[in-house]
């Protein structure tokens, strides 16, 4: 078993396509799935014991059901219902692409539900109380001092559940997409090498999460500049 670096130099711009692909989807599900997350986290923390507990269903749900599972159920699934087949839906759910977002998005916001939970419990009491001493409204107060602060507190937590998100988008390649798992599974199937294609695979994989560590990483650095010891 040997790594054929011809073999890897022909299927590496095919690879690459197939990151392209994956990237499409991982993107807007960061997007989206923050702008679920945020107003799910926030009803987890109300005290009326009906909108916590929907989002804690929410959450549960979500963090529950394998991504692939999910994916499956909305591509091959809602293609069995008539009034989604028979309305605009089906321009949606007809697409692998959008049931890929939708499910993965779905399944990211639930795992953020509980990070930005915890991250705004960190907030300390007394801030959030100077913050409503200096007469400000309550929705400048949150924006302004407790949201800012539970970004930082949470941001190690969120940077551990992207590499982990960005690894997970390899299973849309279930649902009849080219991403880069797929690209390189028709590569072994195609040329007969269970190696090489895999190790490319795996190595794109691997850079990609290195630049979300270190770009992360990085941004960290900046929003917790000011713990760093003085010299």
Not at 25 to 30: G, Q, R
Not at 85 to 97: C, G, I, M, N
Not at 109 to 122: D, H, K, N, P, T
Not at 168 to 179: F, N, P, S, V, W
Request: proline residues 4%; contains cysteine; hydrophobic residues 60%.
């Amino acid at each position: 078993m040997t790594l054929d670096f011809v073999l890897a130099w022909e299927i590496f711009p095919a690879l690459l396509n197939g990151a392209y692909v994956t990237l499409s989807v991982m993107i807007p599900c960061l997007v989206f799935g923050m702008i679920i997350a945020v107003p799910v986290a926030l009803a987890r923390l109300s005290t009326n014991v009906v909108i916590a507990g929907l989002a804690w269903f929410f959450s549960m749900f979500f963090r529950g059901v394998p991504a692939l599972v999910l994916i499956y159920m909305i591509y091959n699934g809602f293609a069995t219902i008539e009034f989604v087949r028979e309305t605009a839906l089906w321009s949606v759910f007809s697409e692998a692409y959008y049931c890929a977002v939708i499910g993965f998005t779905f399944n990211h916001a639930g795992f953020l539900v509980e990070i930005l939970r915890g991250a705004f419990q960190s907030v300390p009491m007394g801030v959030r109380e100077a913050a409503h001493s200096l007469a400000l409204p309550r929705h400048l107060a949150f924006f302004r001092v407790t949201f800012p602060l539970a970004i930082r507190y949470g941001f190690s937590n969120y940077t551990n559940e992207l590499v982990l998100f960005l690894k997970g988008t390899a299973a849309i390649g279930a649902i009849t997409m080219l991403d880069l798992l797929a690209v390189a599974n028709a590569a072994v199937s195609t040329t007969y090498d269970p190696f090489t294609p895999l190790v490319c695979a795996a190595f794109i994989y691997w850079a990609m999460v290195q630049i979300v560590l270190v770009g992360l990483g990085r941004i960290e650095i900046k929003l917790n500049k000011h713990l760093a010891p003085a010299s």
